[in-house]
């Protein structure tokens, strides 16, 4: 296991500290926000510590206020129902006496039935793509110091293979709202199923949004741009193992009202269906 990838662990292993009520920490970086998928991820960790049955089957959040880097947040769950196949919790995440984040979830006991899947795309294998490290070391010294700092100075606990273009570094010419990146863990990952689904949750929000911003020139670090996650929604059709590879396929079929909207669909590298999501984000653009 990479030392990125323990700390990840180690930011989703919860704190107890009363009867469905869990304490999550968060990293020691100069962001101005907690980022949206790590707060998604403990709080599905804090719904699934009171479940004795099954495996998440589906959450649906929102992202309420930006979650301050520099204090614990707490978890409050609420066991709504727990019935003989399905299982649905509620959780909070609050912050300074106010609720940052809602996310409701439902964990589903396994049973056998009809099935189908959409067929994955055809993409270079993982193994033919460079690494991030790659893509990036040709901009070491090349672009301003806070850039440098976010992407050469990031722990990375997920290995991103981009294909085509990486989202932040596009020229101006304007891009199909599409993209694909195949991902796992930077080391193997613990069996437990709960901590399997987290850490997917952690990395869907790490790259989906960009979807939204391809066709229209706009990157994270224009000046006249403001962006931000307002809800995430996943399903979890399949079983999986984030420490192997994965493909992401993404695309945004909307954007508008200052509201864009992207998808995602999550496959193994055997071709298996095995998450599909949908997130709506903010897309305020000021003019120049």
Same mark, same amino acid.
Not at 34 to 57: I, N
Not at 77 to 96: C, E, K, N, P, Y
Not at 134 to 163: A, S, T, Y
Not at 196 to 204: D, L, N, P, W
């Given at each position: 296991?990479?030392?990125?990838?323990?700390?990840?662990?180690?930011?989703?292993?919860?704190?107890? !500290?009363?009867?469905?009520?869990?304490?999550?920490?968060?990293?020691?970086?100069?962001? *101005?926000?907690?980022?949206?998928? *790590?707060? @998604?991820?403990? #709080?599905?960790? @804090?719904?699934?510590?009171?479940?004795?049955? %099954?495996?998440? $089957?589906?959450?649906?959040?929102?992202?309420?206020?930006?979650?301050?880097?520099?204090?614990?947040?707490?978890?409050?769950?609420?066991?709504?129902?727990?019935?003989?196949?399905?299982?649905?919790?509620?959780?909070? /995440?609050? +912050?300074?006496?106010?609720?940052?984040?809602?996310? *409701?979830?439902?964990?589903?006991? /396994?049973?056998?039935?009809?099935?189908?899947?959409?067929?994955?795309?055809?993409?270079?294998?993982?193994?033919?793509?460079?690494?991030?490290?790659?893509?990036?070391?040709?901009?070491?010294?090349?672009?301003?110091?806070?850039?440098?700092?976010?992407?050469?100075?990031?722990?990375?606990? !997920?290995?991103?293979?981009?294909?085509?273009?990486? =989202?932040?570094?596009?020229?101006?010419? /304007?891009?199909?709202? $599409? +993209?694909?990146?195949?991902?796992?863990?930077?080391?193997?990952? =613990?069996?437990?199923?709960?901590?399997? #689904? @987290?850490?997917?949750?952690?990395?869907?929000?790490?790259?989906?949004?960009?979807? !939204?911003?391809?066709?229209?020139?706009?990157?994270? $670090?224009?000046?006249?741009?403001?962006? #931000?996650?307002?809800?995430?929604?996943?399903?979890?059709?399949?079983?999986?193992?984030?420490?192997?590879?994965?493909?992401?396929? *993404?695309?945004?079929?909307? #954007?508008? %009202? @200052?509201?864009?909207?992207?998808?995602?669909?999550?496959?193994?590298?055997? %071709?298996?269906?095995?998450?599909?999501?949908?997130?709506?984000?903010?897309?305020?653009?000021?003019?120049?």
């Amino acid at each position: 296991m990479s030392d990125a990838l323990d700390q990840l662990l180690a930011l989703l292993d919860l704190e107890p !500290i009363e009867v469905d009520v869990f304490r999550g920490a968060n990293l020691h970086e100069d962001r *101005q926000r907690v980022f949206g998928g *790590q707060v @998604a991820a403990q #709080a599905l960790v @804090a719904a699934g510590r009171t479940v004795d049955r %099954g495996t998440v $089957h589906s959450l649906h959040s929102y992202f309420l206020r930006p979650g301050d880097p520099s204090t614990p947040i707490l978890y409050e769950v609420d066991r709504i129902r727990d019935g003989r196949s399905f299982l649905t919790r509620r959780v909070v /995440a609050i +912050q300074h006496g106010r609720a940052i984040f809602n996310l *409701q979830c439902s964990f589903h006991a /396994a049973e056998e039935s009809i099935a189908h899947q959409f067929p994955m795309p055809e993409v270079p294998p993982p193994d033919s793509l460079l690494t991030m490290e790659e893509r990036l070391e040709p901009l070491r010294g090349k672009i301003d110091e806070e850039m440098e700092r976010w992407f050469f100075n990031r722990p990375r606990p !997920i290995d991103q293979r981009f294909v085509g273009d990486l =989202p932040w570094l596009l020229g101006g010419n /304007a891009e199909d709202p $599409h +993209q694909r990146v195949w991902l796992r863990t930077n080391g193997k990952m =613990p069996d437990d199923p709960l901590m399997q #689904a @987290a850490v997917m949750t952690y990395s869907s929000d790490m790259t989906l949004y960009e979807s !939204i911003l391809r066709p229209h020139h706009i990157r994270w $670090h224009d000046e006249h741009f403001m962006g #931000a996650s307002l809800d995430h929604c996943m399903w979890f059709h399949r079983p999986f193992r984030m420490d192997g590879w994965l493909l992401f396929d *993404q695309d945004s079929p909307s #954007a508008f %009202g @200052a509201r864009g909207l992207a998808r995602g669909l999550l496959y193994t590298e055997s %071709g298996e269906l095995v998450m599909s999501c949908v997130q709506e984000g903010l897309v305020r653009v000021r003019r120049r």
